[in-house]
């Protein structure tokens, strides 16, 4: 069970990248509107405007502070009529994001509540993080209810998150994020992956190459014999299972999505063999 914090904690998810100014901007602000306040950066390099990669480090991310933190998203957030700023609490967390299908792509029926950011006229929210996220940050550090802050919103944007979809016997399984090692995380748990095989041998199939085993690190050794066509020139492919818990294609001491070229939402084939 989380443990309500003491000292506020915001942090940063952005598409800023790490060699603009844009973090040290909204940092100052918080450091001088929130007494005592801790700022952490989770991630700066969220492909721009990629909603989806954004929602993938939201929930294996953001979700492992304490309960009563604050997040900031700033990830396509440009407001417009359907894509309004808000307000949304989830497990006992805060984010303050655009209403781009963020939140129920990371949240779902887990959404306590969720309130929209008005915005004052004449103002310019060309850098919303800045301008408005900040401030609206200070309010709820300073135990300004959400009700205080905006109108109720009823129905969020809805969109899902892109996962596995089964085809008779064979699944489809999307990459839905691509680590800075290279490594590709799977839509596909590895609890699903269990269910699904009941014991059962499988292949998978990553373009030209096929893995039939998951390995519990990318140095474990393969346990049978490799399949000539799970190796890339010579290096081999290795299924494991990421700390998220979902299913992850690596390459040990390279760069898996480089080498073969592989990008976000490209999909991988499964199947379950029954003998």
């Not at 984010?95 to 310019?124: K, W, Y």
């Not at 014991?199 to 190459?209: D, H, I, L, S």
Request: charged share 20%; hydrophobic share 40%.
């Amino acid at each position: 069970m989380q443990r309500e914090m003491k000292r506020p904690i915001i942090t940063l998810t952005t598409d800023w990248g790490n060699q603009s100014f844009f973090a040290g901007m909204v940092k100052g602000r918080l450091y001088s509107l929130i007494e005592d306040v801790e700022v952490v950066d989770v991630a700066h390099s969220v492909e721009p405007f990629k909603v989806a990669e954004a929602t993938f480090v939201v929930r294996n991310a953001c979700l492992a502070f304490p309960a009563g933190t604050i997040h900031i998203v700033d990830v396509a957030s440009d407001p417009t009529q359907e894509n309004a700023f808000v307000v949304v609490k989830a497990r006992g967390q805060y984010f303050i994001c655009c209403d781009n299908g963020l939140p129920t792509m990371a949240f779902g029926h887990e959404v306590e509540e969720a309130v929209s950011i008005p915005l004052q006229e004449m103002r310019i929210y060309n850098f919303a993080a800045y301008s408005l996220f900040a401030p609206t940050a200070a309010k709820l550090a300073g135990g300004t209810p959400m009700a205080d802050l905006g109108p109720r919103v009823e129905q969020l944007r809805q969109r899902m998150l892109p996962s596995w979809v089964s085809q008779g016997d064979e699944y489809r399984i999307p990459i839905q994020y691509i680590d800075s090692y290279g490594n590709a995380y799977l839509g596909m748990s590895y609890r699903d992956f269990m269910d699904l095989s009941q014991g059962r041998p499988f292949m998978m199939q990553v373009r030209e190459y096929r893995i039939t085993e998951i390995r519990s690190s990318y140095y474990q050794k393969p346990t049978q014999p490799t399949h000539r066509a799970a190796r890339a020139g010579g290096i081999e492919l290795c299924l494991t299972v990421s700390a998220t818990g979902m299913l992850e294609i690596a390459i040990s001491n390279s760069n898996f999505a480089q080498y073969i070229g592989m990008q976000l939402g490209e999909m991988v084939l499964l199947q379950f063999i029954t003998r």
